[in-house]
């Protein structure tokens, strides 16, 4: 635990998977804890700048997750964007096989 009692990546879990241990890290943070950790992970990864974008109610556009480790970003929307496309085909393809 680092000093605001979030998960660090070398507590979460094995370093070999570096997504098994962001999921760790994060499976029971609240939203506005999660950039600062998303970050530290991503930045053992080698990347830097890393946003989380959520969708906004009406499912129009990406929003950022707002916190300290965040570079100033805009909201994305969903149409005319390749991250829109990407929620798009992701979100299709989860509720396809929901059934109602």
Do not use: K, W
């Not at 998977?17 to 600062?36: N, V, W």
């Not at 700048?49 to 707002?66: G, K, M, R, S």
């Amino acid at each position: 635990m680092d000093d605001l009692g979030l998960p660090s990546p070398s507590t979460a879990a094995s370093p070999a998977d570096p997504r098994r241990s962001l999921l760790c890290a994060l499976h029971l943070l609240s939203a506005d804890q999660m950039t600062p950790v998303v970050a530290e992970h991503a930045r053992g990864l080698g990347l830097h700048d890393t946003v989380i974008y959520l969708i906004d109610y009406e499912q129009l556009a990406l929003v950022p997750l707002p916190g300290s480790a965040v570079p100033p970003c805009h909201a994305l929307s969903v149409d005319g964007t390749v991250a829109g496309l990407a929620f798009r085909r992701v979100a299709g393809q989860a509720n396809a096989g929901s059934i109602r």
